[in-house]
């Protein structure tokens, strides 16, 4: 080997030492910002309610949870870090799916199973009928408008289930594009945040008993979070029932995981006249973390059986170590949200998903009242 070669060589392998390098710098760099974002959201979070305490904002600044402040936050970096030039760079940094996944399967331990199956049969019936039937109509129209199939499985999902965290999900299971995500991730949010006050009052307008209105809400509102904050609104009471039935929808993310998997691979994105996919092909696409999250909620119930009131303890900490997770999943996909998604996906995923949170609202009420009128808490 000649001098020049060895010295082209050893050059090479410096250049591709120091991008890995600044890749790595980035990557950390990305995370610091994630990490200083999600810091500031709990800052908010806790000291927010305290600023308007004495203002006539006390009720709204009570009721917004973690999920507004992070993505705003996230956003508002997006902005700032654009503008700098760097948020490419750093974007390596902005993990979405990995915190996403991770506070899903934490949730999992908070699930217990066992008292959903005992105390709560009506809200397993209610969340298996309002599914289906919301899922198929955000399915069928956002057909009927051209939309793209993971875009549809996105939208269907997180509006039928329980928002950003079923949206996450189903594009793990049909490969979305990020783009698609965050935009199925905002409208989430966007719809979400008049439920919160909107239905309570709407309950108190038509009458409901508490356990109704519960139900109404735990049906209805598409992320945990938020209706925590609207059936506390509602009442003490009516916060338990909603949150056993959205508990109930979150515990079913893994069978939608599941069909959406094996509809795609077998029908979606099947070329004619190949062969059916093997076992090994699901196993790709399947969403490992739904394992993870069955797991944790099984360990939780068993743990809780035999913990008792330590165990409770134990639990909290694991749930305040999820919320940590899920807040740097919001931050992060404010942080990756691209304007260019919004004016490719146009007006028609609007037009399906306020269309389908109605056909929720009214499905909903009308399985509500039917299963919890004579349910005593």
């Known amino acids: 080997m000649t001098e020049i070669e060895t010295t082209s060589e050893t050059t090479t392998e410096t250049k591709t030492a120091g991008t890995t390098n600044d890749a790595i710098v980035a990557a950390v760099a990305g995370v610091a910002a994630v990490v200083v974002l999600g810091a500031l959201t709990r800052y908010f979070e806790v000291h927010v309610p305290q600023w308007a305490a004495d203002t006539p904002f006390k009720r709204v600044a009570k009721s917004i949870e973690f999920p507004v402040y992070a993505i705003a936050l996230g956003l508002l970096g997006?902005?700032?870090?654009?503008?700098?030039?760097?948020?490419?760079?750093?974007?390596?940094?902005?993990?979405?799916?990995?915190?996403?996944?991770?506070?899903?399967?934490?949730?999992?331990?908070?699930?217990?199973?066992?008292?959903?199956?005992?105390?709560?049969?009506?809200?397993?019936?209610?969340?298996?009928?309002?599914?289906?039937?919301?899922?198929?109509?955000?399915?069928?129209?956002?057909?009927?408008?051209?939309?793209?199939?993971?875009?549809?499985?996105?939208?269907?999902?997180?509006?039928?289930?329980?928002?950003?965290?079923?949206?996450?999900?189903?594009?793990?299971?049909?490969?979305?594009?990020?783009?698609?995500?965050?935009?199925?991730?905002?409208?989430?949010?966007?719809?979400?945040?008049?439920?919160?006050?909107?239905?309570?009052?709407?309950?108190?307008?038509?009458?409901?008993?508490?356990?109704?209105?519960?139900?109404?809400?735990?049906?209805?509102?598409d992320t945990t979070a938020a209706v925590a904050a609207s059936g506390a609104i509602a009442g003490e009471d009516a916060l338990q029932i909603a949150t056993i039935v959205k508990t109930t929808q979150n515990a079913l993310i893994g069978f939608v995981a599941i069909a959406l998997t094996a509809y795609f691979a077998l029908k979606v994105e099947r070329v004619e006249g190949a062969p059916r996919p093997s076992i090994g092909v699901f196993w790709q696409r399947f969403p490992k973390f739904v394992l993870g999250f069955i797991a944790a909620s099984i360990i939780g119930t068993l743990y809780l059986q035999s913990a008792g009131a330590d165990g409770k303890a134990h639990i909290a900490i694991v749930n305040d170590l999820r919320t940590w997770f899920l807040i740097f999943a919001f931050v992060s996909i404010g942080l990756e949200f691209s304007a260019r998604g919004l004016r490719e996906a146009g007006w028609r995923p609007i037009v399906v998903f306020a269309s389908a949170t109605v056909v929720n609202i009214v499905v909903a009420l009308g399985l509500a009242t039917l299963l919890f009128s004579n349910f005593e808490v």
């Open 78 to 221: 997006n902005v700032i870090l654009t503008k700098l030039g760097i948020r490419e760079r750093l974007s390596a940094g902005f993990r979405t799916e990995f915190f996403i996944k991770t506070g899903l399967v934490l949730l999992g331990a908070s699930i217990n199973l066992k008292i959903l199956v005992t105390a709560a049969g009506p809200s397993i019936v209610q969340a298996l009928l309002l599914i289906t039937t919301v899922f198929g109509f955000t399915w069928w129209l956002g057909g009927r408008l051209g939309l793209d199939d993971k875009l549809r499985a996105l939208l269907s999902s997180a509006v039928s289930i329980c928002g950003v965290s079923a949206a996450i999900a189903a594009a793990g299971a049909v490969q979305a594009k990020r783009e698609q995500l965050a935009y199925s991730a905002s409208l989430v949010i966007v719809f979400a945040l008049p439920s919160i006050f909107l239905l309570p009052w709407l309950a108190g307008v038509f009458g409901l008993s508490d356990p109704v209105a519960g139900a109404w809400i735990g049906g209805n509102i």
